[in-house]
């Protein structure tokens, strides 16, 4: 059984009749208690603005808002809190790069690498760039399981390749992309890498030292964390050349008649009241996750995916998209049922999964499908839950009969 689960208060109910099963942490991963009452207590105890007063909360509130910074700066071994930015999200890191740094750097002939397997947040940003400076945006070809060769990187990013911007783990396919030697080639070629870390974070432990990125954005309530806070992670002295795209209070030095000054990093890109419970609920998370270890986070996932990849693949009809080695998912479709009729028979059963094209409408294009069913897993998830999906597939395809094929 799976001793982790009991501190997980959601998971402890019924859905539609049947205990829940949650499969959907791709999208979101449930909360632990230790999270939870972390939040409440802020709220309870300490709630108050930080940077501002000098008052006991306001004392409180701010230590525990840095305090979580210097946690997400170990957690991820970055070199100093200087160059951990708290966002929304990692949406919004990505955006913060694409219009503060890309932007005023990227020129007419240059060039821009991403690859189809993007989620939305980490390709949209990038065409803008390209529409606002007239720069070629150039995607990265897969091979045919969905993951990248660093053959094809060494081919596509050449000296006129100013930006790669990579997921380290794809949402939809779980596909791991060796960061460490795009990196490597993308700064021998004298471009910037920006990696999307919200599917890898959660599931393995990550240096940014030691895989040479330039920025690196994750999200939080992927990783046992509140939602509404990510990261982004930046080299402090890229980070200190760019402007900030928002401008109000707490992120300024000094403000003039016509003119005004920034504060240093990393609060020049924090303006205004910041998510305090969200960054105090990440530095929580992070505590939880550190105590279990990430080691065996990993380890304990690839174990649920493999048991996956091989229960689900003797489904007759089933279609599994993307590599046999991946991290934490498995995404599929069943004969010529639509994604959204074999969730929703599985929600009946009370197992959630996710259905849809996942925020990545060019990867569904590349594998010749309008949607995909996604099965996600984390540390809370056991084999009986893997079971649980085996039974409610079959099941769909009882219930769809003469249909299914």
Not at 90 to 117: G, Q, Y
């Amino acid at each position: 059984m799976n001793h982790w689960r009991k501190d997980f208060p959601i998971l402890d109910q019924e859905v539609n009749g049947h205990p829940l099963v949650y499969l959907d942490s791709a999208a979101t991963s449930q909360k632990p208690i230790q999270v939870i009452e972390t939040i409440d207590n802020y709220y309870k105890q300490y709630n108050s603005n930080v940077h501002r007063g000098v008052h006991t909360l306001g004392s409180r509130a701010t230590d525990a808002y840095e305090g979580a910074r210097e946690k997400v700066r170990r957690f991820i071994n970055a070199l100093s809190t200087k160059t951990i930015i708290f966002t929304r999200g990692t949406t919004s890191a990505l955006n913060l790069v694409a219009r503060s740094f890309a932007h005023p750097l990227i020129k007419p002939e240059d060039e821009i690498v991403i690859t189809p397997s993007e989620h939305h947040s980490n390709l949209i940003p990038w065409q803008q760039v390209a529409k606002w400076t007239g720069a070629k945006l150039k995607y990265l070809p897969l091979e045919t399981d969905g993951s990248v060769s660093m053959d094809q990187v060494m081919k596509m990013v050449t000296d006129k390749t100013k930006i790669v911007a990579i997921q380290q783990v794809s949402n939809v396919l779980g596909t791991l992309h060796p960061i460490k030697e795009i990196a490597r080639h993308v700064h021998q070629k004298g471009g910037y890498i920006v990696v999307d870390g919200a599917q890898s974070t959660p599931h393995m432990k990550v240096d940014v030292q030691d895989l040479d990125v330039d920025f690196f954005a994750f999200s939080g309530h992927k990783m046992c964390g509140p939602t509404g806070i990510g990261v982004l992670y930046g080299r402090e002295e890229l980070l200190n050349d760019m402007e900030p795209i928002e401008f109000g209070g707490e992120m300024i030095d000094y403000v003039y008649d016509y003119e005004s000054t920034w504060k240093e990093l990393p609060w020049k890109f924090e303006g205004g009241t910041p998510i305090i419970a969200g960054a105090i609920g990440l530095g929580a998370a992070i505590d939880y996750l550190e105590s279990i270890g990430l080691d065996r986070i990993e380890e304990h996932d690839r174990k649920l995916i493999r048991y996956a990849y091989e229960q689900l693949r003797r489904i007759d009809g089933i279609t599994i998209y993307g590599p046999e080695d991946r991290i934490a998912l498995v995404t599929f479709n069943l004969g010529n049922l639509h994604p959204h009729d074999v969730s929703t028979v599985l929600d009946a059963e009370g197992i959630a999964v996710r259905a849809g094209h996942h925020c990545c409408q060019p990867l569904m294009r590349w594998l010749d499908v309008s949607a995909t069913v996604r099965a996600s897993f984390y540390l809370y998830n056991d084999e009986s839950d893997i079971d649980r999906l085996v039974m409610g597939l079959q099941k769909t395809k009882e219930y769809f009969g003469n249909v299914f094929r």
